[in-house]
């Protein structure tokens, strides 16, 4: 048992970790957002195939026809996910976008409440009202970020956009349960290829390796081996640790931001990110009010 949680630990720390770089290599791939999207999608989807053979999950029969429609939906969600999350970053830094798109266990709260029948507690509704007091702080400073457009509200809203269609891809995945993930993630990227061919333009691709090679990046390692350890870890991991891990992803991508591109956070931004990740890690693992005003007073 504590072979594996240390293990699930170490793959969890890598996938957050690897997660939280991807915002730089979008930058600096220096290409149109759907472009990136779709060769993300068409490398991710050639490594998450040949990772799916080995493990023998392409066999007939693994998936019924209403499964496969459900991962497809996944796969449009996801892939809108990332269009949008991408896109947020030249208008509000990637800091901020990736700050504002860890809402997402909100939606995925609200989401449940419709289509799953979860009951939305008071303990949860106070962690979303912080987490809503934390987006006000954020939209309210409004920085002269260089490197990005004036456009800074609409950064946010497109972050917030991405947040809900990656709810409406983890909702999926409630529906497949028991569905081999590595699988659902292949069908994904897949959906995702044929979503964006038609509007990819293949006369003006990438002239140098390096920026080829950054897109193979962002296919292989930060979709395909992303996947596999961070399914390896939820499958070793409790889900306290779990939520709890998965806080290195902000932590990572604002740390990126200001190491290579030197975007800042404002205090009133900082004040905000914080309110909204101390929220998520209430309602990620189980925290109430009581709680948190008992580790304040000690």
């Known amino acids: 048992m504590q072979k594996d949680i240390r293990s699930g630990t170490v793959q969890m720390t890598a996938a957050m970790l690897i997660s939280g770089t991807i915002g730089w290599f979008v930058v600096v791939s220096g290409q149109p957002v759907s472009s990136v999207v779709f060769w993300r999608c068409l490398f991710g989807a050639i490594s ?35 269009l949008l999350l991408f896109a947020s970053y030249k208008h509000a830094s990637i800091s901020v976008a990736t700050t504002v798109y860890n809402t997402q266990p909100f939606m995925l709260l609200g989401l449940g409440a419709l289509f799953l029948g979860e009951k939305i507690t008071a303990t949860k509704l106070f962690w979303l009202t912080l987490a809503f ?38 909702l999926a995945a409630k529906w497949l349960k028991g569905t081999p993930p590595h699988l659902i993630a292949l069908i994904q990227v897949a959906t995702g290829v044929v979503m964006l061919l038609p509007m990819t333009d293949f ?43 998965s806080f290195i992803y902000p932590i990572a991508a604002i740390l990126v931001d200001r190491l290579t591109f030197g975007h800042a956070l404002q205090p009133l931004q900082i004040a905000g990110a914080a309110i909204i990740l101390l929220a998520a890690a209430g309602m990620n693992l189980g925290w109430t009010p009581m709680r948190l005003l008992g580790a304040r007073a000690s």
């Open 48 to 82: 998450l195939f040949v990772v799916c053979a080995a493990m023998g999950l392409l066999r007939p029969g693994m998936l019924s026809l209403r499964s496969f429609a459900i991962a497809v939906f996944g796969g449009v969600a996801i892939v809108l996910n990332w």
């Open 133 to 170: 007091a934390g987006m006000i702080a954020i939209v309210e400073a409004k920085p002269n970020i260089e490197g990005t457009d004036n456009g800074y509200a609409l950064g946010i809203a497109m972050a917030l956009a991405a947040a809900f269609f990656y709810a409406l891809a983890a």
């Open 203 to 245: 006369s003006s691709q990438p002239a140098n390796a390096q920026t080829w090679l950054l897109l193979a990046t962002m296919g292989v390692v930060h979709t395909g081996l992303m996947y596999v350890l961070l399914y390896g870890a939820i499958q070793k991991l409790p889900i306290h640790l779990t939520g709890a891990l």
